[in-house]
């Protein structure tokens, strides 16, 4: 599974991006897909996840009310909605996928596809 994230750019405190997760050759049918993000000098965090035949979400506490994940049928894309954007949300964001029926789901050892990342920059 190739992924490409997409949509990081350089915001204002408060105000919101939306960030695409999409698969090359193949769907994310049988897969879970997941958001991470990693901050310069900072160990990669989870940020949210989304299994693609269930639709059954997870988001981390630090995001959660603000951020929103979604999946796009027609696009074949997972979607991050990031609203009230934060300084402190600064990092280069990544996709990743896993396997539905794999354990594990907040640590990057969990997912075994990963995109090159894409930066969000929050200026205050």
């Known amino acids: 599974v190739q992924l490409q994230a997409s949509g990081g750019g350089s915001v204002q405190a408060g105000d919101s991006l939306r960030l695409s997760c999409a698969t090359s050759?193949?769907?994310?049918?049988?897969?879970?897909v997941g958001w991470f993000r990693q901050a310069p000098g900072k160990e990669r965090e989870f940020v949210a996840a989304i299994d693609w035949s269930t639709g059954r979400a997870w988001d981390s506490d630090s995001v959660k009310g603000r951020f929103t994940i979604s999946r796009d049928n027609g696009k074949n894309t997972v979607n991050l909605q990031m609203n009230s954007l934060k300084p402190e949300d600064t990092a280069t964001y990544y996709c990743?996928?896993?396997?539905?029926?794999?354990?594990?789901?907040?640590?990057?050892?969990?997912?075994?596809?990963w995109g090159l990342g894409t930066l969000v920059t929050v200026s205050s």
């Open positions: 990743a996928a896993r396997p539905s029926y794999s354990y594990g789901l907040r640590s990057s050892d969990d997912y075994n596809y």
């Open positions: 050759g193949r769907t994310f049918s049988g897969h879970t």
